[in-house]
């Protein structure tokens, strides 16, 4: 597969590596499943045994039910989106808004020109709030070309070499769980290997 | 404690007040602030305007409830410029969630469309639904639709659904639109579409993950972008269509002087602490 990306492979390898990317997304619907019958089953034992605050787990127990009860009568059942519309939404957008209070309440108290190093954050993080905002630029013109040069060249270029080390860590990761060194996702723990 | 130190640990229960106050009087009570476009959201919108009439277009909907009300506005747009422009749309989506609110979006979308504007399901756009599998779900679709799902999200079979005939993958595709929200997925569309069948690409992502995707856009691989709710009110005015984003970006406006006023406020106290020499 990884070949298939750089050079043009006979028709035989493609068709195989065709099938079994189709493979993956039924093992990644499967793993979904899995998921939450083991969540489930996490939840059932917290309730069963009384554990720290078991009375959330209710909770999770009785929106389970209610989510998939309605999800088999059919996933397009007005109910089944009512949850959607009425419930997650807008749990969802006030769990993301929340960040905006903590952000505004913390730069207030910490993000101060304390040293030079804290001086450049703040200053580059003013200029690109300040090109965000819809106004900032009718307000302060320069952050306009100040920001997409941040943007552009020093982000794009720090984003560049994080993009290229994540990728280059991922492939030896890859290479180290082939080859049978990483077995942390196994479940073997490094300690315990070296026990053995 | 002099009033310095009293005003840098002024209670937080107070900024939070302040804030609410500033996001909410704008929604409340409508103001219409001055707004400049961004350089990355002119480009995807000159990019979008670009695609040809007739062409068919791959779009994944990769916003969640906590990303709609920021992307939503944006991706309703985008959805209603395609198809008055008569570009056709193949939808998907890599989240089970996500696929709810790419139908909703299609919903409010062909509820804006101008009457007489062609939409009919499975000619002018057709919603796959969820694609299992991240990245990999990804590159199996768009190599052969037909091996990795067999019917739309309505339960129509692959075969019954006259936009897909003689589609079967990417290579049909004249652009991808990727509205991933907070998936951090653009790549996805990238690695598996983009370079690969040589599609160009543009959508959305959250504000907070646009310098994620600055390279791309710098080397040419995403045609612009447009960011979080400020990409969908850019969108909108361009589109000269009003809509929640634009209500929504005024109250960034309040918010975000607020923030900027907080800081430069902190340091100035900061400052003062110092150079009287107190704790």
Redesign the interface.
């Known amino acids: 597969m990884i070949l298939e990306?750089f050079f043009p492979m006979p028709d035989v390898v493609?068709g195989f590596?065709?099938?079994m990317?189709?493979f993956?997304?039924?093992?990644?619907?499967a793993a979904?499943m899995l998921g939450v019958i083991f969540l489930t089953i996490s939840h059932a034992r917290t309730i069963s045994q009384q554990k720290s605050g078991w009375y959330y787990s209710i909770f999770y127990m009785i929106s389970l039910l209610i989510t998939v009860g309605l999800g088999l009568l059919s996933?397009?059942n007005e109910n089944f989106?009512w949850i959607?519309?009425n419930m997650?939404?807008p749990?969802?957008?006030a769990?993301?808004s929340l960040t905006?209070?903590y952000?505004?309440?913390a730069?207030?108290?910490v993000?101060?020109?304390?040293n030079w190093n804290a001086a450049v954050l703040?200053i580059t993080g003013?200029v690109v709030?300040?090109?965000?905002?819809?106004?900032?630029?009718?307000l302060l013109p320069p952050v306009?070309p100040l920001g997409?040069w941040f943007?552009?060249y020093p982000?794009?270029?720090g984003?560049?070499g994080m993009?290229m080390g994540t990728s280059l860590g991922t492939m030896g990761l890859g290479v180290r769980v082939f080859i049978g060194r990483q077995k942390e996702h196994l479940g073997v723990r490094e300690e315990r290997r070296g026990v053995e | 404690m002099s009033i310095i130190n009293k005003l840098l640990n002024i209670d937080q229960r107070i900024i939070y007040a302040a804030l609410f106050i500033a996001l909410a009087y704008p929604i409340l009570s409508p103001v219409m602030l001055p707004m400049d476009i961004q350089g990355y959201s002119q480009q995807a919108f000159d990019f979008s305007d670009s695609i040809p009439e007739g062409s068919i277009v791959i779009f994944e909907g990769g916003l969640g409830a906590a990303t709609y009300p920021q992307g939503g506005p944006g991706m309703v747009v985008q959805i209603y410029h395609m198809l008055t422009k008569g570009v056709k749309i193949v939808f998907f989506s890599i989240g089970t969630e996500q696929n709810f609110w790419t139908v909703r979006a299609i919903e409010t979308a062909l509820g804006k469309l101008p009457p007489g504007t062609p939409a009919e399901n499975g000619v002018d756009w057709v919603h796959l639904g969820y694609v299992a599998g991240g990245e990999a779900g990804v590159g199996s679709l768009v190599n052969d639709i037909r091996a990795t799902i067999t019917s739309d999200y309505y339960g129509t079979p692959i075969d019954d659904i006259p936009l897909l005939e003689g589609v079967n993958d990417a290579s049909s595709f004249a652009a991808v639109l990727w509205w991933g929200g907070s998936e951090g997925s653009m790549p996805y569309g990238i690695r598996q579409i983009s370079v690969p069948f040589g599609i160009p690409i543009t959508g959305m992502s959250t504000t907070n993950e646009v310098p994620n995707f600055s390279p791309y856009i710098s080397a040419g691989q995403l045609q612009g972008i447009f960011g979080g709710v400020r990409g969908s009110a850019e969108y909108e005015y361009l589109m000269r269509l009003p809509g929640p984003a634009l209500g929504q970006a005024m109250a960034t406006n309040f918010g975000g002087l607020l923030w900027m006023i907080l800081v430069i406020l902190g340091n100035v106290f900061y400052f003062i602490q110092r150079t009287r020499g107190e704790e």
């Not at chain 1, 993956?24 to 619907?29: N, P, Y």
């Not at chain 1, 993000?111 to 304390?114: D, I, L, M, N, V």
């Not at chain 1, 090109?131 to 009718?138: A, N, T």
């Open positions: 990306h493609t590596n065709i099938t990317r189709s993956t997304t039924i093992v990644s619907a979904l996933v397009r989106l959607y519309d997650t939404s749990t969802g957008a769990l993301y905006a209070f952000i505004t309440s730069a207030y108290r993000f101060r020109a304390r703040l003013f709030l300040a090109m965000l905002i819809p106004i900032g630029g009718i306009v997409e943007r552009s982000s794009s270029a984003f560049r993009i």
